[in-house]
């Protein structure tokens, strides 16, 4: 029978299989009918059987056999010698003098002992060492943000060389050229006195010329020459050039320079945990709970949003969230309502490409056409980023409050994410470790969020591909979709948001589902629950899921959490 679609069997005999079960072996361990225990017995004559009531089973305690006498069981046990015996043991005279036991009370002591433990396993070292577990597990966590850091350390002390670097270069440059242009000046002055020089020597030439052809005595008695001055040339101008020394250095001089890196220590510590006990009381639990998926995630809400084209969603509350379509207007509505609290028009009258709510409860948005990221606060718009020759679109914001903007160039060559404090520039985040770029070009969808492990999570329409760096910048993996997908169809990833388990959701538009992989990239499972080509997500505090669906302009609320 199946049971999954029908009511649980009765217990057969295992010999006959036709008749309830009755009886039991706890020799074989074997359930019979009253008929078949006859059968059971004498096919196995060389066991010594124990049949009960089946309500009875395993009550019947099974006495070893002998090693010595392979037909006899031990009910005995010799402390002396630390084994079972059988009663021809103890006629053969060899455990004389010996402290002999019933088996029944050994077994009992024992049992007891072994409760013990067990009690001891289950209370105090299975608790210690799931403890234990959790604390590396944590520490693991911490890694990725305490290298990341450690990386961010040296690449921005990097950045300050590179900096004092080209300063220094630019100085030294600069004094190049105003060397070259003195020397330049000092040869022009030269060479315009020796043009004028010649001109005069040429002028005197035809005087001189014209004058011998005449005959007027008086003229050759009052000319003069001024060969005298000609014959005393000009000083020749010599400079010495200016000459670039390089300064000679090891890698070990440069390296004192710069910084050192210490080395790791890796120590073990004996004492470094202590035994936990279980603590029996139902209040006990983890700070972090563990959430499991639902077999069934389950739609709890739907609001209809009426705009053309439905975009982006992001939680203001677990009972409020921002909303964007195709048009400038962004709105604000109650979840349990299902009505428009309150309308925002972008500054500028474009749509927006991107909504996000930061940690303090305002709302940002980015607005590609005048290339500007804005914070909406008591309803004014404040511009806090404007760009030059690059044009932002997804935006999210930071555990730290900070916010991480995707940009692409307006020759739509080129895209990267750029970590911002206030309009500040902290980080670039472009290229992997190969020089390759982490995302694709031109002006595509693409959208961003921050996992709870900071990891940077963007994804990449053009690529199909969810892209997920560390703190640092650092490639950690590329997702590229799970077949078979609902629909089968390629995967093209838009919205995407995190969880409280560090879990990744993006949607789906094409396979109208939307993705659940972990924070290390592997898949877990799809949401479809209906879902009408999915386009933007975002999560509540209490793990549900809401989604902009693009073409019936609806919000969804999922539950897919316990």
Known sequence: MDPHTSAQDVMRC??????????????????????CVGEHMISYESKKHEIVRFQLRKSTLIYPVCKFHKKERCEMYCKQCAIPICSACIASGNHSGHN??????????????????????????YPTYQYIASDVQNRMSQLEKEYGDLSTAITKHGEDWHREIDELVRKLTTEVEKMKAEHHEALKSHIHEINQRIANIYNEIQASTKLLELNDISLFLEFNTNIHEFRKLPPKVNATLPHFTRTQYQQEQLIKLFGNLSSLSLTSDKHGYSMKTMQKSPEAGSSSPVKQLLDQPETITTINTGYEEFYNVACLSNEEIWTRGNDSTMKLYSINQGSVLKSITTKSGYIPSDIAVTKSGDLVYTDDVVRTVNIVKNKKIEEVIRLQNWRPWGVCSTSSGDLLVILYSDDEKQTKVVHYSGSTEKQTIQFDDQGKPLYSSGCYYRYITENRNLDICVSDSRAKAVVVVNQAGKLRFRYTGHTPAPKIKSFY??????????????????????????????????????LNYPWGLCTDTNDNLFVAQWRNRQVKKIKYLQ
Not at 105 to 123: F, G, H, M, P, S
Not at 505 to 521: K, M, P, R, Y
């Open 100 to 125: 002999i036991l019933q088996m029944t009370n050994v077994y009992k002591a024992r049992k007891e002992e072994i409760e013990k433990e067990i009690d001891e396993l289950e209370q105090n070292i």
């Open 14 to 35: 295992d010999l006959c299989e036709t008749t309830v079960v009755q009886m039991h072996c706890d020799t074989c361990l074997v359930n019979l009918c009253k008929a």
């Open 493 to 530: 990833p838009l919205g995407i948001t995190t969880d409280s388990q560090s879990h990744i959701l993006t949607a789906d538009s094409n396979n109208d589902c939307v993705h659940i992989i972990d924070q290390d990239g592997q898949f877990l499972r799809y949401i479809d629950c209906g």
